[in-house]
Nanobody, 123 residues
Framework: QVQLVESGGGLVQAGGSLRLSCAAS????????MGWFRQAPGREREFVAG????????DYAESVKDRFTISLDSARNTWYLQMNSLKSDDSAIYYC????????????????WGQGTQVTVSS
């Protein structure tokens, strides 16, 4: 069973930056897409960014393109979400997730989830 642990959330002013990390307890060949989702109060969980284990593919939600960057350190079984130019709308609980699908972008495609880390952006 793969366990995922996020870190790096916190409180930041609008325009600031944060980097989230997700450490996986193990690497298995069946985990092909790593991703980040977020969920704000009263809203559905939404896809933020995804990356293939090979690093050959990434995808982003339109709302975070050109501001967020997903990356992967396969040697450490860890992936990251660099968030720049943060806005108050980015405030949410951020979850990392892993999927056996190759180009997963929906929550139902992801099999393993972290516990979430809070990101709060003050205006």
């Amino acid at each position: 069973q793969v366990q995922l642990v996020e870190s790096g959330g916190g409180l930041v002013q609008a325009g600031g930056s944060l980097r989230l990390s997700c450490a996986a307890s193990e690497r298995t060949v069946s985990r092909n897409t790593m991703g980040w989702f977020r969920q704000a109060p009263g809203r559905e969980r939404e896809f933020v960014a995804g990356i293939r284990w090979s690093g050959s593919w990434t995808d982003y939600a339109e709302s975070v393109k050109d501001r967020f960057t997903i990356s992967l350190d396969s040697a450490r079984n860890t992936w990251y979400l660099q968030m720049n130019s943060l806005k108050s709308d980015d405030s949410a609980i951020y979850y990392c997730a892993a999927s056996k699908e190759h180009f997963a972008t929906t929550a139902r495609e992801f099999n393993f989830w972290g516990q979430g880390t809070q990101v709060t952006v003050s205006s």
